[in-house]
């Protein structure tokens, strides 16, 4: 799924503390919206496998919450939360299409690396590829909560997700023969650099 999907959605399940914890909130949210982005800070190294890790992030997110409810901090809650994010983020990705340029051609069976288990998680396909009109859409139930039930910044970060969710998804299958004829132009000494769908691995 898109960025802004994983974004909305780390935000989404910060959302009680709001309510139940106003004071904690600030923190939630910070460490939700962190946790949503970290995994795909690897889309220039091994993309969904150097950073996703389908397995470690919930049990991490498991200590970090019982540290939590014994020790509720800002800081203590903004590292659950980006775990909890993070591991939702690796999730969402399993359920979505596969990794590849064009993931709704379905040529590829790679989901998420499981590193405990050292294989790839096969795709679920749910939302059949980043950008899809189901992404889309996805962004667009997730962001109405939101919307309704927080102030600012966090709701300028909500707006936000949907200008970046809705001009992706508008272009989505564009970018990719843009990219396709960008890469053809590279050189081969810094085309290794780019990530692997972008070169076909």
């Known amino acids: 799924m898109m960025l802004p999907t994983h974004v909305l959605a780390g935000l989404a399940i910060a959302l009680p503390v709001a309510a139940i914890a106003p004071d904690l909130a600030p923190a939630a949210f910070a460490g939700a919206a ?14 969904r496998r150097t950073l996703h890790y389908p397995v470690y992030y919930p049990l991490a997110a ?10 509720p901090t800002p800081v203590t809650v903004g590292i659950t939360f980006l775990l909890a994010a ?48 189901g992404d889309l859409a996805a962004t667009g139930v997730l962001a109405i909560p939101l919307l309704v039930l927080t102030e ?3 709701r300028w970060l909500v707006i936000a997700a949907l200008v970046v969710g809705i001009t992706y998804a508008a272009l989505r299958k564009w970018l990719a023969d843009v990219v396709e004829k960008v890469v053809e132009l590279v050189p081969s000494v810094l085309a290794t650099y780019l990530p692997g769908r972008y070169r076909g691995s």
Not at 39 to 44: A, C, E, H, Q
Not at 92 to 98: N, V
Not at 99 to 121: F, I, K, Q
Request: charged share 20%; net charge negative.
């Open 86 to 133: 993070a591991a939702l983020h690796c999730r969402m990705d399993e359920l979505g299409g596969s990794l590849e340029l064009r993931p709704w051609a379905e040529t590829s069976d790679r989901g998420v690396y499981d590193h405990h288990n050292g294989e790839w998680r096969t795709p679920r396909r749910l939302i059949c590829y980043d950008g899809s009109p």
């Open 152 to 154: 600012t910044p966090v």
């Open 62 to 71: 498991t200590i970090a919450a019982a540290v939590t409810l014994a020790v």
């Open 34 to 47: 962190a946790g949503s982005v970290v995994p795909d800070l690897d889309i220039y190294a091994g993309h």
